[in-house]
Each structure stands twice: as C-alpha cells, then as structure tokens.
C-alpha cells in the first residue's frame, strides 16, 4: 500500500533559497493578483462577458509553478487558470486581450477565461468542463513516455472535480501504465460553493490516490517554498520512470467561486483567518524582514508589474474584435488523405 507522505512544515528560516527563487515567486504571485483585481474591475465595466473565474488566494501554487518544473513538461488546468497560464510565462497582453473577446488574444479571442492555450509555452489550456482536462492529462502524459522523453504533464483539478468518475479511470490506467502525470488536486475547500465535509466521505482528499498505491502527499498551498518542493520530490518520482504522484494541495480563494458568486457560505472569520496566510504579502514581508531583497528593490518590481497589466489593459481595450469571417477558422485541419474516396 503506497504511503501518505505529510510534506515537512517550512523551517523558520527563509533563507534556504536563493535570492532569484524568492523574488521569482514574488513577481509571480504579484503578477497574478494585479492581473486578476483588473480582470474584476474590467469585468464590472462589462468589459469582460461569460463566465469568469479568479485565482485571487491561490498564487502560491502558481508561484512554484514558475520554479518547480521544466519548461519542456506540459501543463493542463480547469477553468481557473489565468494565474497558472501567466505562471508558464503567456504575457499579459495576450491573456488580458483573450479576456476582453479580442483578436490579439492568445487564441484569438475565441476562448475567452476559461480555455487558454499556447503550445509555445506547453500550455493546453484551461477546460470548462469540470474534470475533463485529466484524461487529458493522462493522455498527453502517454504520449510522453511514447515518445521517450523524461517530461511529465502537470493536471491540474480542483476539490470538486476530485469527485468526477473520470479521476478514477485515470488514476488506474496512469499507475498500471506507470505514466508520468504529477496529478493536483487544488482544494480550496468549497468546489462551487459547497464545502469539502458536505460532498465527500473522504475529507482528506489526498487518500483519493491510496486506492491506486499512487504516492500522494498534501501541502501547504499558501506557502511557495512548500509547494515548490512537493513539485521538486514528485518531479524527481516521475523522471526516474516510477509512475505518477499525486499533490493534494491546501489552498483557498479569497473570492467567490465566480464573479456571480457573492461566497455567503463562508464566515467572516474564516476568510480572515486565511487572509493572515496570504501568499503574496507574507512572502513581500518575509523578503523584506529576512533582508533578502531591499524595500526599493520590491517596490521596483510592484511598479513593473503595475505598469505591465496597465499595458496589457491598454492593449486590450485597443486590440480589435476578430472578424465574423473568421469564426470557423482554427477549428479544424484540413488534410488530404490518399486512401479518402469521395
């Protein structure tokens, strides 16, 4: 029976990285707050139409993301998945203009919040079908291991889509196959709006993977060098050729599960409570306090990073809608095959 590993509480010290690590995380999780307070503001000007769903609590997993795999393994999310598309390294022009329905959108304005997509960064997407995008992840990890590489596919699921049936059919061909998919689970505690403890038996959603002697572990979703390191141990577990790992990772949005959702299930005092555990302005302060980086030095990437999602509004708002001749287009590949008779 595989064993559930209890991923060690982060020393006191925050010094067990270097200063490009640290700083790295920062940007990356300030990146994706800044960027998702404006998709909110542009969304109340109705800016930005559909569904639309922010990563605004859960920057930390986006930020070891950005340090904790290759560029060369492939990544595939649900539906909240700005952060993690901005974490693989899609610019924010391209991202803020798919949201605005625009042509200069990193599809073309077609996709809109939820499906994101770029092959340069190995990025397959966002998926708004809950769930849907770990079979696929499971196939590109096939892939993969068919064509001899020691990459993995990051499939990412949230609490509730842990209850699709098609988890289960994935774990059992990822371990009989020994595919290298590093498989998370994102608990935020409350899939659309109903807690974990009034959906599932089992609580602790990490045991999902016991039932396959998968090797699972949960983290510390609101800490980056936690989750980092997860990713570092289950990176090497699958690179050896061992299978898939599983990460349940503990983590919470400040905000409702959508923009329509005003999150009254929730106390006060928890969202509070989690608030002291902010990713983002704890790590600010850690780098400060433990001299890692100079006040000036944070402010000049928060002023950076002010100014690029100011861009990338700009852009969005100036970038033209794409042309109704080319609502079909990108949809299908057209190829001529000898043995096709008409």
């Known amino acids: 029976m595989s064993e559930i590993v209890t991923s060690p509480k982060p020393k006191k010290s925050f010094l067990k990285y270097d200063k490009v690590t640290y700083l790295t995380w920062f940007e990356t999780m300030y990146r994706v707050r800044r960027f998702e307070e404006k998709t909110l503001f542009a969304y109340s000007q109705q800016k930005i139409r559909g ?16 340090t904790g795999i290759r560029p060369e393994d492939k990544v595939v999310t649900a539906y909240r998945q700005h952060g993690i598309a901005l974490a693989r390294g899609l610019d924010a022009r391209s991202c803020m203009a798919e949201l605005y329905g625009k042509a200069t959108g990193c599809v ?50 949230g609490d509730g889509a842990a209850r699709q049936g098609a988890l289960h059919e994935a ?6 196959w020994k595919l290298p998919v590093l498989y998370i689970c994102e608990n935020n505690k409350y899939a659309m709006g109903t807690s974990v403890e009034r959906t599932s038996n089992v609580q602790d959603l990490v045991k999902l993977g016991l039932g396959y002697d998968m090797p699972s572990e949960q983290v510390d979703g609101m800490n980056p060098e936690s989750v980092h390191e997860a990713f570092l141990r289950a990176a090497k577990h699958i690179r050896a050729g061992n299978g898939p790992y599983y990460l349940e990772i503990q983590t919470y949005r400040y905000r409702g599960h ?58 969005a708002e100036k970038s033209e809608f794409p042309l109704g001749s080319e609502l079909y287009d990108d949809n299908y590949v057209q190829k001529d095959y000898p043995f096709i008779v008409d």
């Open 51 to 66: 569904f639309c769903h922010v990563y605004i609590g859960q920057e930390a997993i986006a930020g070891a993301l950005a």
């Open 108 to 157: 073309k304005g077609k996709g809109g919040s939820m499906h994101f997509f770029s092959a340069a960064h190995n990025y397959f997407g966002g998926n708004g079908i809950v769930g849907a995008q770990i079979p696929i992840g499971t196939g590109i990890g096939f892939a993969e291991k068919y064509k001899g590489t020691d990459n993995f596919c990051v499939t990412m699921f």
């Open 171 to 176: 774990f059992n061909m990822a371990m009989t």
């Open 258 to 315: 959508s923009v329509s959702d005003p999150a009254r299930y929730r106390s006060k005092e928890e969202v509070e409570e989690y608030r002291e555990m902010d990713p983002v302005f704890v790590t600010q302060n850690k780098i400060i306090e433990e001299k890692i980086a100079t006040q000036a030095e944070v402010d000049a990437i928060i002023a950076r990073i002010d100014a690029e999602v100011d861009d990338a509004m700009d852009f």
